[in-house]
């Protein structure tokens, strides 16, 4: 509880713009089970691939909605530069970007402009979304989420060094 309540003063005090909601949604995520069984299509650079998952590892869990801006707020090559120092420093988190949309081919391209060469995952029905209450307003929603897939930072460290400082100290070590 002590961690929970840490992270939303950090959040409040360390990220631009933080409104109530954002409070209310690292409220209501932190320590829920996030279920992943939901069959998607998977993706590189919108053609088909196979992931095969570890069991004992993070996951770092990307939703994204098709409500808003995605090309402005996915920042693929922030994603990309931040699982690659994850990579270098040997962190073992398995990255899940689930995405929503109404036109694929525009979020393929953006992948393929920024070198984003990690799985994404097609929610093209809204199955994933809905089986796990995504706030569907809210563009992306980031959660990383422990072995047990239960919810153990709600926030983008790519987007607010607040997190990225929540980050650092779940996962050990220095992150860049």
């Known amino acids: ?5 840490y992270c939303i003063l950090v959040l409040s005090f360390s990220s631009c713009g933080l409104s109530t909601s954002d409070l209310y949604e690292a409220y209501r995520w932190h320590g829920n089970e996030i279920d992943v069984e939901t069959k998607m299509d998977v993706k590189v650079f919108g053609k088909d691939t196979v992931v095969h998952f570890r069991d004992d590892s993070y996951k770092l869990l990307v939703y994204v909605s098709p409500i808003g801006c995605t090309e402005c707020k996915f920042n693929a090559y922030g994603w990309k530069l931040f699982l690659e120092s994850l990579k270098l420093q040997k962190k073992n988190v398995e990255p899940w970007f689930v995405v929503n949309s109404y036109n694929y081919r525009i979020f393929e391209f953006m992948c393929i402009d920024n ?3 990690y799985p994404i995952y097609y929610d093209s029905k809204g199955d994933f979304g809905v089986t796990n209450d995504f706030n569907f307003e809210k563009t992306v929603t980031v959660l990383l989420l422990d072995s047990l897939n239960n919810v153990k930072i709600v ?3 790519t ?3 607040g997190v990225m400082k929540l980050y650092k100290e779940e996962l050990g070590g220095s992150l860049q």
């Open 155 to 157: 926030g983008n460290p």
């Open 115 to 117: 070198h984003f060469d």
């Open 159 to 161: 987007a607010a060094p």
């Open 1 to 5: 509880m002590r961690k929970f309540i």
